[in-house]
């Protein structure tokens, strides 16, 4: 089932320090940040019984969540892509995203997949707060698009 998701009811910070003290689902959580987020009301959401995955825009990029369930072991993924590949001096850009990795990326980290370089974080479910949930989704939004035009002036990509 896809479904459109609303910005209107959440704006804010504070709507998450209140998921917090409500004790809310990881679900709850993902939306209300993504609600956040999400500045053009692009919102999507597919679930099934065993994952919800959502997409959404963020300035130049599109931000992938996935959330496979709310028990212990299952995962938390988020990513966007930032560049098609083959690129112009790819082995260039593995150095930059190489050295990118190590300095400025935090929790998440570039990647390859299916030819696009993404900006992705992936985590256990257990143990996690809606601050952590909130760090990683703002975190692979802003690196990529803080990062995504630079890359494909400089590298190219289709």
């Known amino acids: 089932m896809v479904s459109q998701i609303s910005n209107s009811e959440v704006d804010t910070a504070q709507d998450v320090e209140e998921l917090i003290a409500d004790n809310s689902t990881h679900q709850e959580v993902i939306e209300t940040v993504i609600s ?3 500045q053009d009301n ?3 959401v597919s679930h099934t019984d065993e994952s919800y995955l959502w997409k959404f ?9 996935q959330l496979t369930g709310e028990t212990d072991d299952d995962l938390l993924t988020v990513w966007a892509s930032v560049l ?18 190590w ?32 760090r990683l989704v703002t975190l692979v939004a802003n690196i990529a698009d803080d990062n995504d035009e630079a890359l494909k ?4 990509g289709l």
């Open 103 to 134: 300095s400025g990326t935090f929790e998440t980290c570039f990647s390859i997949k299916d030819n696009r370089v993404m900006v992705s974080s992936q985590r256990t479910v257990a143990d996690m707060y809606p601050g952590e949930i909130s």
């Open 36 to 38: 956040s987020l999400d």
């Open 42 to 44: 692009t919102a999507m």
């Open 153 to 156: 002036e400089e590298f190219g």
């Open 57 to 65: 825009s963020y300035g130049s990029v599109e931000v992938f969540v």
């Open 84 to 101: 098609q590949l083959p690129a112009t001096d790819e082995s260039g850009l593995m150095r930059r995203l190489l050295e990118m990795n």
